[in-house]
């Protein structure tokens, strides 16, 4: 995939976040469950988490061969602890400090895309999470997460008619 395909898919996943949480209030983000664990406001809150941990990988990656970083996240269980431990962290922020983040780092993300080469693209690394990928497959990866989390915000909608 050429990089102005990624920004374009990359755009196109956010614009379905929106969409997803667009006409909510304040409360419904807040204190409504999409599922047993997480708020609208929590799942904007991981969304943004990964975000920043895939843009500050993938970095990394482009720039280096062979990063080594001084910390790990378990893939175990899909992720739960880490994930747990971030939405834990931001579950005392406002709606207003969680949106803000997570309009900046999207920008932070679209700007360090903007700024590889193709070569960069392709550079393989092993993530903090013990797995083998390459710079473009990071950036995948979260177009594909805000578009998981937009429908799952959806079929919440839909379930509770907001």
Not at 1 to 19: A, C, D, F, S, Y
Not at 30 to 52: A, F, M, P
Not at 140 to 162: P, Q
Request: aromatic share 6%.
């Amino acid at each position: 995939m050429t990089k102005v395909e990624l920004l374009h898919r990359i755009e196109e996943g956010r614009k379905k976040l929106n969409q997803a949480i667009e006409g909510l209030t304040p409360k419904e983000m807040i204190q409504e469950r999409v599922n047993q664990e997480w708020t609208v406001k929590d799942i904007l809150g991981h969304i943004t988490s990964w975000e920043e941990e895939d843009r500050k990988v993938a970095e990394r990656i482009a720039r280096e061969e062979n990063p080594k970083f001084d910390y790990g996240i378990s893939p175990e269980n899909d992720w739960r602890e880490w994930n747990r431990e971030q939405v834990e962290k931001k579950r005392g922020y406002s709606l207003k400090r969680i949106l803000k983040e997570l309009e900046g780092e999207h920008k932070k993300f679209m700007e360090m895309v903007r700024r590889l080469t193709e070569e960069q693209l392709a550079r393989n690394g092993i993530c903090p999470w013990q797995m083998e990928s390459t710079v473009e497959e990071l950036i995948r990866v979260t177009y594909v997460h805000d578009e998981e989390h937009a429908e799952k915000i959806l079929e919440w909608r839909k379930r509770n008619r907001l």
